[in-house]
């Protein structure tokens, strides 16, 4: 009897340990960045560690109402999202919890984390000018400023100010400039436009091929996958204010979510995505630069040339998002 209740209560323990065990190897996941760039992410981080990783996909928007809708008791432990301004955002509304990490603050620079550490890029994105090389000589080109001239009237196409991706480039230019003269810029640019604004970067570019417009500004990584697939295509990448504040730069990243049920799971996977080994799968499933300095881009987009990116903190493209919309609003930036 006495064997049997110790024989019981071993296995209860045991049991018990076991389901606690099983139960902390797991981390929840919401991501605004496509399956197909985070999913080699998570099954190597699983078959490295034996942590299982659930996540949903969808639009940054919906799976930040998501968050908010569940309140205290979040699905998710991690928010992973795409532009500083959709992470400061995300944090202004309360969602993250900050992580206090010297992984965290040793792998990523200052400026491509929250001041306070509520989120953390993960991988870098220029925005930057591409040329059709048979309409334009690159001397002519020098600085995001410059495409307001009026010497490119007809020639530029942009894509629609309603995407986040400009309004972080426009609220750096407020932080930059101040507002007058950034309103100045944008109304320089909307004279010059050779068509309406396109819904992609890509449509940008096609215009470009096309030979509608001769300039453009769009995330490197559009351009990297129309090159990787028509190498013959007569576009050329410029790296605009190098004398100057340098490249626009923005992220991609995440934080941990506010009442996450496996947060030193889920701080666990953020600290890998900072590092050595994660960081080329991060950036490189997109063609984009790693945000630990320690790893270098892949060759493809290396060949792109090494450029100065403009050091100002990415969260201040969150905090004057508000005045970048209205500002092209007012310029008729549709
Ligand atoms: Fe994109």
Redesign the pocket.
């Known amino acids: 009897m006495k064997k049997m209740s110790a024989l019981l209560a071993a296995s209860i323990l045991f049991s018990g340990v076991w389901a606690s065990m099983t139960q902390a190897a797991e981390v929840s996941v919401y991501s605004a960045r496509k399956e197909h760039l985070i999913k080699p992410l998570f099954d190597a981080y699983t078959a490295k560690t034996g942590v299982k990783i659930n996540y949903t996909t969808g639009k940054a928007g919906m799976l930040l109402e998501k968050l908010k809708a569940e309140g205290e008791h979040p699905a998710a432990d991690l928010l992973i999202t795409?532009d500083a301004g959709n992470l400061w955002h995300a944090a202004d509304t309360g969602i993250f919890e900050p992580v206090d990490s010297k992984i965290l603050a040793a792998n990523i620079p200052a400026h491509l984390r929250d001041p306070e550490n509520r989120w953390f890029g993960f991988s870098v994105r220029a925005r930057t000018i591409i040329y059709n090389k048979n309409k334009v000589n690159p001397e002519q080109l020098s600085t995001y400023e410059d495409l307001a001239d009026p010497k490119w009237k007809g020639k530029l196409a942009l894509r629609t100010s309603k995407k986040v991706?400009n309004q972080s480039l426009v609220a750096a230019m407020i932080a930059e400039h101040g507002e007058e003269k950034a309103e100045e810029i944008v109304r320089g640019w909307v004279k010059n436009l050779a068509a309406a604004p396109y819904a992609k970067?890509s449509k940008a570019l096609e215009a470009l091929v096309a030979g509608v417009a001769d300039v453009t500004l769009v995330?490197t990584?559009?351009y990297g996958r129309m090159m990787k697939k028509n190498p013959d295509l007569p576009l050329v990448i410029f790296w605009p204010n190098q004398e100057t504040t340098g490249v626009h730069v923005n992220v991609s990243g995440g934080g941990l979510i506010k009442g996450a049920k496996n947060k030193e799971e889920a701080i666990k996977l953020l600290e890998w995505f900072s590092g050595i080994e994660a960081q080329g799968l991060f950036a490189g499933s997109n063609m984009e630069y790693p945000a630990n300095p320690a790893v270098k881009p892949s060759e493809f987009v290396a060949s792109w040339g090494d450029f100065k990116a403009d050091p100002i903190g990415t969260a201040k493209y969150g905090e004057f998002q508000e005045a970048a919309v209205k500002l092209m609003d007012r310029a008729r930036y549709k």
Do not use: A, M, S
């Open positions: 795409v991706y970067d995330n990584y559009y």
